[in-house]
């Protein structure tokens, strides 16, 4: 009942007053000096210690907080800075300060950091906060500099006939006041007042394959940059044929070719692979010579790259120390008959090597048939050495020579025999037989790798020369002593 009637009275005093409410108020509050916390100081009052005063129940807790004068400690180092030793933000190494003008245009205002930044929730005032607060400056002109092209799929192949897409970027220069152009490389060309229609790209759509030099060029009064990049604009690659001849002779060269459809590609990759070769020979020309050194079926596959595109093609050649062929020709029949496609001419071929072997008895590895494309009809029989003739070529040379001279001549002869006779003929289907003929009378001459061959050649040759020579001296000595004759008749 005692404390009851105590807590009205001081109730009471605080409410009516004045000079006790001051006494009981500094009897509860607590003394200033409270340090700064994020920029403020919060003063709040509290029963002193020892006293015995007591709140009522409408009483509320009051707290003030009043802001702090901005001292060091209340700011960090902006973005881009970092702080030393001697308690300074700089700017690290990795970052520019002038990388925020890059989008400020002459005539605008930007805001340039000092390299501190107040704390997030921070809320001192005065002191350093003007110091260390970013500054307005006006943006100041500057020549275009950094000026960099690329496609927006980021290669540097494109399709013909399909939109290609470049992107210009531009590190350092007033954005709407820099003209740029854009050199497509094919003969056309825009240009535009700034970079404001341009920040999507530039589509353009090439017509032709090739590589092109695509040029950016940007200027405006302070200065110009320029930029490039070649495109190689190609062709998509429908398939490709290799090109290679059915015999050849070893250790000497032959040419490869790769033919591509459609022929206007652009600008293609060939890997050449030659039989168990792990590294291929890489060329841009679509031929390619080579020098065989193996003897028998050599394998060559050819891969053309276009863009993210490759396809290839593999072909067999057989490859002796020497040969003789002959061109043949096939009743008219045939041709109502011939696709003009290369599984049909290898079953052709296959056809009638089974038939030269039956009738002539000619062992097989020694007769290879190879049925050209197109019309009309036309087949290369090669007569091929026998396959114990490989290892006479480890023997002495007259060996050799001695097997070519009976050999291959006992082959030609029967096969030329039955040729002549019309033996060799097939049946293509039930009611359709088709004789194969002999195109030229004579067969062509023996190939092979020994430099006697090549040294009999050139002295035939030079053989015709000289007589070819000596028929015209002779034809013109006649004409002048015909002529002199006359002139004596007449003045006679």
């Not at 790209?201 to 017509?207: D, F, L, Q, V």
């Not at 429908?238 to 022929?263: C, G, Y």
């Not at 020709?329 to 045939?334: T, Y």
Request: proline letters at 4%; charged letters at 20%.
């Amino acid at each position: 009942m005692h404390f009851a009637h105590k807590f009205q009275f001081l109730t009471r005093c605080v409410e009516s007053t004045n000079i006790l409410c001051s006494i009981l108020t500094h009897l509860c509050s607590s003394p200033k000096g409270e340090p700064c916390v994020m920029g403020e100081r919060k003063i709040y009052k509290k029963r002193k210690a020892g006293a015995w005063c007591a709140l009522s129940r409408d009483y509320s807790r009051t707290v003030v907080s009043e802001p702090c004068i901005c001292a060091e400690w209340d700011f960090e180092c902006d973005y881009g800075y970092e702080r030393h030793s001697n308690n300074q933000c700089i700017p690290a190494f990795w970052f520019n300060p002038s990388s925020q003008l890059k989008d400020c245009s002459f005539g605008q205002s930007y805001m340039n950091s000092t390299g501190y930044r107040r704390i997030v929730s921070n809320n001192c005032t005065d002191g350093l906060r003007e110091k260390y607060a970013a500054k307005s400056e006006q943006c100041p002109g500057k020549a275009p500099r950094g000026l960099h092209i690329l496609t927006s799929s980021g290669k540097l192949v494109a399709e013909q006939g399909y939109n290609t897409t470049f992107i210009i970027l531009l590190e350092e220069g007033d954005l709407q006041r820099t003209n740029i152009q854009l050199d497509f490389g094919d003969g056309t060309a825009v240009s535009y007042a700034n970079f404001s229609p341009i920040e999507d790209g530039i589509r353009h759509i090439y017509k032709s394959t090739g590589i092109f030099q695509v040029t950016a060029y940007a200027e405006n009064n302070l200065g110009s940059d320029l930029a490039a990049l070649f495109l190689h604009v190609v062709c998509p690659v429908e398939r490709v044929h290799l090109s290679v001849p059915f015999v050849a002779i070893r250790n000497k060269e032959v040419n490869l070719t790769a033919v591509v459809w459609p022929s206007q590609s652009g600008t293609l990759t060939y890997f050449w692979w030659f039989g168990n070769n792990t590294k291929p020979f890489i060329t841009l020309d679509s031929s390619i010579s080579y020098t065989f050194t193996t003897e028998g079926l050599n394998t060559i596959t050819v891969q053309v790259s276009a863009g993210s595109l490759l396809i290839q093609d593999t072909k067999e050649i057989a490859v002796h120390e020497y040969f003789q062929s002959q061109l043949l020709s096939f009743s008219p029949n045939l041709d109502f008959h011939n696709p003009d496609i290369p599984e049909w001419r290898e079953d052709i071929g296959r056809v009638i090597k089974r038939a030269l072997v039956q009738v002539t008895g000619i062992p097989d590895e020694q007769v290879l048939v190879a049925v050209f494309p197109g019309l009309p009809t036309s087949a290369e029989l090669f007569i091929l050495p026998h396959q114990n003739m490989s290892e006479r070529r480890k023997g002495s040379e007259g060996d050799l020579e001695q097997a070519k001279r009976e050999v291959i001549p006992q082959a030609v002869e029967i096969l030329f025999s039955a040729l002549n006779q019309n033996l060799i003929q097939f049946e293509l289907k039930p009611g359709v037989e088709v004789i194969v003929y002999v195109t030229q009378l004579t067969l062509a001459p023996l190939v092979d790798s020994s430099a006697g061959h090549s040294s009999s050649a050139m002295l035939m040759l030079l053989s015709v020369v000289f007589v070819g020579l000596a028929v015209f001296l002779i034809y013109k000595f006649k004409r002048y002593v015909e002529y002199s004759s006359t002139t004596q008749r007449v003045a006679g």
